[in-house]
């Protein structure tokens, strides 16, 4: 079973601190996602990366950056948190191009991590 | 560009009847288009997803969806609703083929009744 796995399901920081959230993914995959998902928004695009070192901004990068040392590993960063960035944050990984019939362009995603910025 | 509405943001059915979660996409490619389940603090899963392969896709837990070119539809139905079926569903559309970004519609909350 593919597994994305987050460092913490809940996380409660203070504003102006910087955070990290990271993201592990186990099934080799090139392309990793952030969102951030908001009641009545859906899931917005905050980064994605489609391989080590590559970035792109997504529809709302402004106060986040990330970071992709290693294929499995997709870290997000509020340089300083505020408190509009309470929200649920979700990473997802999927599969860039077809191989040996394993799925492909299908997202997988993990638990979240629900942060709380005071 | 690609776009993808949810058209009713709220679902409320009796356990039992059959359930119709309406999405409309645009797309200037041709689409993939995937349906996903999350049930209350759990990540996303998917139900089903089409790829261009048959219209009428089966997914998960008796859910399908067809594919409807003419009407740039995709919704999604179930025969019998069941209280496990509660949850937000969401409706998304991506490029086909190559490096893609998929677009998630608002998400539909299916309550569903005694």
């Known amino acids: 079973d593919v597994k994305v796995t987050q460092s913490s399901r809940y996380l409660v920081k203070r504003t102006g601190e910087k955070v990290f959230l990271e993201c592990v993914q186990d099934?080799?995959?090139?392309?990793m996602f952030w969102y951030r998902q908001d009641p009545g928004l859906g899931l917005r695009l905050i980064y994605f990366?489609?391989?080590?070192?590559?970035?792109e901004k997504g529809d709302i990068p402004e106060g986040y950056s990330v970071s992709r040392e290693k294929k499995e590993r997709f870290s997000l960063i509020l340089e300083s948190a505020s408190t509009n960035q309470t929200s649920m944050y979700l990473c997802?990984?999927?599969?860039?191009?077809?191989?040996?019939?394993?799925?492909?362009?299908?997202?997988?995603f993990g638990p979240g991590t629900r942060l709380t910025v005071l | 560009a690609q776009s993808v509405t949810q058209l009713d943001s709220h679902v409320s059915v009796s356990e039992g009847t059959p359930v119709l979660l309406r999405c409309n996409y645009s797309?200037?490619?041709?689409?993939?288009l995937f349906w996903y389940v999350q049930h209350p603090n759990k990540g996303l899963q998917l139900l089903l997803k089409?790829?261009?392969?048959?219209?009428l896709v089966k997914g998960i837990n008796g859910f399908e969806a067809e594919f409807k070119k003419s009407e740039t539809s995709f919704h999604l139905t179930k025969p019998s609703a069941h209280m496990s079926d509660a949850a937000e569903y969401f409706c998304?559309?991506?490029?086909?083929?190559?490096?893609?970004?998929?677009?998630f519609g608002r998400g539909t909350s299916l309550i569903v009744h005694p």
């Open positions: 797309s200037s490619y041709s689409p993939s």
């Open positions: 998304v559309v991506a490029r086909s083929g190559g490096s893609y970004i998929p677009t």
């Open positions: 099934m080799d995959h090139e392309n």
């Open positions: 997802a990984s999927s599969r860039l191009r077809p191989s040996g019939g394993a799925p492909y362009n299908e997202q997988f």
């Open positions: 089409y790829t261009s392969a048959a219209t």
């Open positions: 990366s489609y391989d080590v070192k590559m970035k």
